[in-house]
């Protein structure tokens, strides 16, 4: 009598019914490819809503920047108004044949006055640096000059007054630099 092939005529456990599954094209290959599958879907969907929420982000900031600048240059423009009025008034006053030219200078004086508190209010201030050292980061030298009065490398002259808003440079004040004496002993 010969003996029975322990393969065969052994019922399946389930270390051999794992071995006859993974081996199998179909078997628990299968789960984990769709696993895989269905995460990357979820994953792409994730991107794509990330990347629909970052544009929709991005034209909110431009529009909210846009509106933020139209909101400020509206502040500025009503703050000059009533000095457009005034520059009105005063020419309507100049064509008078009996205009005084005094009354006249004064009342530009004051419209000046009140353009410069205007844009003062919002952050615009004037550099003029008449009798201090020359700053090349805040005044452009046009010439230099000798003088008996202004020591050597400060501003003798201002020529056109400088701006700055908030503390950024819109415009150096030209300037003429002293030079010193001009007491120079020749050798």
């Not at 393969?7 to 895989?36: F, I, K, M, V, Y």
């Not at 909110?60 to 240059?73: F, I, N, P, Q």
Request: aromatic share 2%; net charge negative.
């Amino acid at each position: 009598m010969t003996e029975p092939d322990t393969d065969e005529t052994q019922p399946p456990t389930p270390a051999n019914q794992d071995a006859g599954t993974a081996a199998s094209p179909s078997g628990a290959r299968e789960p984990g490819l769709a696993e895989a599958k269905a995460e990357a879907a979820a994953n792409l969907d994730r991107y794509m809503r990330v990347a629909a929420d970052l544009e929709n982000f991005r034209r909110r900031a431009v529009r909210e920047k846009d509106e933020l600048r139209t909101t400020a240059t509206g502040r500025v423009l009503e703050d000059i108004f009533p000095v457009m009025d005034n520059l009105g008034l005063a020419i309507t006053a100049a064509r008078q044949p009996n205009a005084d030219l005094k009354t006249l200078i004064g009342g530009i004086d004051m419209v000046l006055t009140q353009l410069k508190s205007a844009l003062t209010a919002h952050g615009l201030k004037d550099i003029n640096p008449a009798g201090q050292p020359f700053d090349p980061h805040q005044h452009e030298a046009i010439s230099h000059l000798p003088s008996p009065n202004v020591p050597a490398e400060h501003v003798v002259t201002v020529v056109r007054t400088g701006y700055s808003l908030n503390g950024r440079l819109l415009r150096p004040a030209s300037v003429v630099v002293s030079s010193g004496t001009g007491k120079e002993s020749k050798a």
